[in-house]
């Protein structure tokens, strides 16, 4: 069976695969990959169910059990210390062969922490590897910067998270979608949406779930009220955390591009969210927050609108922060052709309170002093740049009346 390796882009390849190849991680060739390694990225438009030698497939097409020995996580790919991240971990377990192993790399304590990326405690506490005979998997670790995952004795219940629900659903959605149209572009088009908003979803939450417990904890129940074009994904994961404590949350989603995968997604999560999660379908003009809540998030709900209709909404839903909440937005600005831009999104925040940013790379906030470390030198001069220019970091303002 091959070795894959996963990459956040095509971009990060060489850097992905020179990171396990080199001797430094390896020095007693335990993990060292196959010369023919197969690569994969979560957006190639090329659909294979099994590693294409001549292609970069999307690593979130269905595969066959028994998929492949090794699968080596790239240092370009996120590795966020949440929901999501352990649940993705244990979607891929289930695809490799006996006594196979997804190789991944792991950052010391002080550095995960500061990142919001995975530790050996995280991946030990999660996956139980210190318990022999009772954990399901067993991690080790094998050099500088590198651990193992396997297979162990005992199989854990499903983790609910939006990356679940996707690959459980991901074959009813295209089938829903083949039966109402005879195209089979279709398909693609589940791939090319749904994936890409699962996977944007994988920031997004690890990002507010860190602004979240950086402001109120773990134990302190706060409720959310979110306005994306998510389906409801956000809002879902930050209720199943167990790291932040969302008690209800509202999400007027904006999404009208998929009604077939947002009725799929909020019938499969209502035994998990059980009436917590109240889902709002409209149009971002016609937006009314009715509630008041302690955290508001605006996730690429400005893109598209007038300068007076972006400044409304704002204004509304600063209206409808809790005192001593937060208002959160992300808006990816270099994507907005309406004249959204960095300095008029932070002229209009200012009227507000102080804004602190938190970087969409790491889920961290950014410190204007403060250079951020990472395992791969593309992206640590993304997070330099994203620093400098701030047009894909999410920024926060906590009203203090």
């Not at 979130?60 to 999501?84: E, H, K, M, Q, T």
């Not at 909404?313 to 808006?331: C, N, T």
Request: charged share 20%.
């Amino acid at each position: 069976m091959p070795h894959v390796a996963f990459h956040l882009a095509e971009e990060f390849i060489p850097e992905d695969l020179d990171y396990y190849f080199s001797t430094r991680r390896d020095k007693n060739n335990q993990i060292r990959p196959d010369d023919n390694i197969h690569s994969m990225t979560p957006t190639s438009p090329h659909l294979s169910v099994r590693p294409n030698s001549r292609q970069v497939t999307n690593f979130f097409y269905p595969c066959p059990p028994n998929f492949a020995d090794r699968i080596y996580i790239g240092i370009s790919v996120p590795l966020f210390a949440n929901n999501w991240g352990a649940a993705f971990l244990l979607q891929l377990l289930k695809t490799l062969t006996p006594g196979g192993a997804i190789i991944l790399p792991v950052y010391p304590e002080g550095q995960a922490q500061e990142k919001g990326y995975w530790s050996r405690s995280f991946l030990e506490n999660v996956f139980l590897s210190r318990q022999r005979w009772t954990g399901f998997s067993n991690v080790t670790a094998e050099n500088d910067g590198v651990m193992s995952l396997r297979v162990g004795r005992k199989w854990p219940g499903p983790m609910p998270s939006t990356i679940e629900w996707f690959y459980q659903q991901r074959a009813n959605l295209v089938l829903a979608r083949l039966l109402e149209s005879d195209n089979d572009d279709d398909v693609r088009y589940i791939y090319t949406h749904a994936v890409a908003k699962v996977w944007r979803n994988y920031h997004h939450s690890a990002v507010v779930e860190s602004i979240i417990s950086d402001n109120f904890g773990t134990k302190t129940p706060v409720t959310v009220q979110s306005v994306s074009d998510d389906y409801g994904l956000l809002v879902t994961d930050l209720l199943l955390s167990p790291y932040v404590n969302v008690s209800n949350a509202i999400t007027h989603d904006i999404a009208s591009d998929a009604e077939i995968i947002a009725r799929n997604f909020k019938a499969y999560f209502a035994p998990h969210v059980k009436g917590r999660h109240q889902i709002i379908a409209g149009d971002v003009a016609n937006i009314v927050l009715q509630k008041k809540s302690r955290v508001i998030c605006l996730i690429n709900a400005l893109t598209g609108l007038s300068k007076s209709a972006q400044e409304a909404l704002l204004r509304q839903a600063w209206g409808q922060v809790e005192s001593m909440g937060l208002l959160i937005i992300y808006e990816d600005l270099q994507a907005d052709q309406r004249g959204c831009n960095v300095a008029d999104l932070r002229s209009t925040l200012e009227k507000f309170g102080d804004v602190q940013i938190y970087s969409s790379i790491v889920a961290t906030k950014i410190h204007a002093h403060i250079d951020i470390s990472h395992y791969s030198s593309i992206q640590e001069s993304r997070l330099i740049e994203e620093k400098r220019e701030q047009t894909k970091a999410f920024r926060v303002v906590q009203k203090t009346t």
